[in-house]
């Protein structure tokens, strides 16, 4: 996840720039954000399964009570040296009011976790959605 900053920057302008979407009766308008998190430090060892689950129970779950799905992925890319790199991801799916406490929450976790973990980035997928239950 270390070398995703300035598409992920592209992606965000590209969100910001589109309008809400016009969602059917029964549904409401909300914001769907996917972040990946890398588990590679670049000195020492990967982020534990144990400090991963210290990080949701502490910085995830106190901001998004309603709830959020994890999924488990492998992350690949290329290096600027032209190797390819290989690491385990978390994957979190949120979806949420397009709210300032929302967005202030979202960008709280990813500076988090690169604080907390020493990642260059976080890459953040943010979409206009409708959901309903």
């Given amino acids: 996840m270390r070398r995703i900053a300035p598409l992920a920057a592209a992606l965000l302008a590209a969100c910001a720039a589109n309008p809400a979407p016009s969602c059917a009766p029964g549904q409401q308008a909300a914001i769907q954000d996917t972040l990946y998190f890398g588990t590679g430090r670049p000195h020492g060892p990967d982020v534990t399964a144990q400090e991963w689950a210290g990080f949701v ?4 779950a106190p901001r998004f009570p309603q709830g959020f799905s994890l999924l488990e ?3 690949q890319w290329r290096n600027a ?3 390819t790199a290989h690491e385990q991801t978390h994957v979190l799916q949120l979806v949420h009011p397009a709210d300032a406490r929302s967005e202030q929450a979202v960008a709280e976790i990813a500076e988090r976790y690169k604080t907390q973990f020493a990642q260059e980035a976080v890459l953040r997928l943010r979409a206009a959605a409708c959901m309903s239950l």
């Fill in 57 to 60: 129970s502490a910085e995830i």
């Fill in 73 to 75: 992925a492998q992350g």
């Fill in 81 to 83: 040296d032209g190797s």
